[in-house]
């Protein structure tokens, strides 16, 4: 049986992908957790990419008008990283004048529920703390990191703090008590998980707490006041079901939800940058968000 490390190792080396050339990245803090900030090289006076030289700290001078992208990445809660999903982050920062941070959030078991909740909050925040301008700001995330985001935007919502300007959910892991109809329909069809896999998983992060409580299976929590969510999943995931029951929720709650399921495609397609169908969801999602800061740009 693999060590926790040695998961960590083989799902960076299965996910993590090459930055484009006109992608530029620094390393920053954010919330008092380590994290990833990306920017997309601007043309120079000969029409060279220049990529910019420093990122923006939190706490510096914010940008007027500059959109803001906070990324939260998926892997059970267990694994998975910033520079893991930074091609991800990169496709969507495309269709933004701005800069997309990727938070690395503790990991369970070493750090179980609420640490990575805790956390992400703590850079929503600062972030809103730092002049960003929450009708500027967009949240997205893969999987787990998906449920992150919905939670994190609920306990902002409880905080009296506000909302982002929408929030884009790929295959989000919102249900820990595994009680959707497509983790025995889709059992044997998705080839990344048997149920077995999400249990594991989940019990790490968990940690004996109520599964069914809404910070840790959002799908059971009121979503009333949120902003408008994309949700995109693959048919061939045994996640597919929080995906649906997700989208119901957010409707009955009055909340705009746009659902995309996408035939035969597995678990966080997106992330295969070789897959013309993640070429094409990311694109979507990219222009969903752009819709709703308005201002943005066309993707290059």
């Known amino acids: 049986m693999l060590t926790i490390a040695e998961r960590r190792e ?23 957790r380590p994290a990833l900030e990306l920017r997309i090289a601007t043309p120079g006076p000969s029409g060279e990419a220049v990529l910019p030289d420093e990122a923006v700290l939190p706490g510096e001078a914010v940008l007027p008008g500059e959109a803001v ?68 700001l967009v949240v997205a995330g893969d999987s787990a990191g998906a449920a992150l985001a919905v939670v994190t935007m609920m306990r902002a919502r409880d905080a009296g703090l506000p909302m982002p ?10 249900d820990l008590t595994l009680s959707g109809a497509s983790m025995r329909s889709k059992d044997g069809v998705d080839p990344f998980f048997a149920p077995a896999d999400l249990e594991w998983l989940f019990g790490q992060y968990a940690a004996g707490n109520d599964r069914s409580a809404p910070e840790l299976s959002p799908v059971f929590a009121d979503l009333t006041g949120l902003p408008p969510l994309l949700i995109q999943a693959g048919s061939s995931e045994l996640l597919l079901d929080d995906a649906a029951r997700l989208a119901g929720r957010a409707g ?3 909340v705009a939800v746009t659902l995309e399921v996408v035939p035969r495609q597995p678990h966080v397609f997106q992330l295969d940058d070789g897959s013309a169908e993640a070429a094409a969801a990311l694109e979507r999602a990219g222009r969903f968000l752009a819709t709703r800061l308005g201002g943005a740009k066309e993707a290059s």
Do not use: K, W
């Open 10 to 32: 083989q799902f960076a080396a299965m996910f993590t992908r090459p930055l484009p050339a006109d992608v530029g990245s620094s390393a920053t803090t954010l919330g008092g």
């Open 69 to 136: 992208l906070l990324y939260l990445h998926g892997g059970g809660f267990v694994v998975g990283s910033a520079r893991v999903t930074a091609h991800v982050s990169a496709a969507l920062l495309r269709h933004l004048n701005g800069r997309a941070i990727s938070l690395d959030y503790r990991l369970a078991p070493e750090h179980p529920f609420p640490a990575a909740p805790d956390d992400c909050l703590a850079a929503y925040r600062e972030l809103l703390d730092s002049g960003v301008d929450p009708h500027r």
């Open 165 to 174: 300007a929408a929030a884009v959910l790929f295959s989000p892991a919102v």
């Open 252 to 254: 009955a709650d009055e």
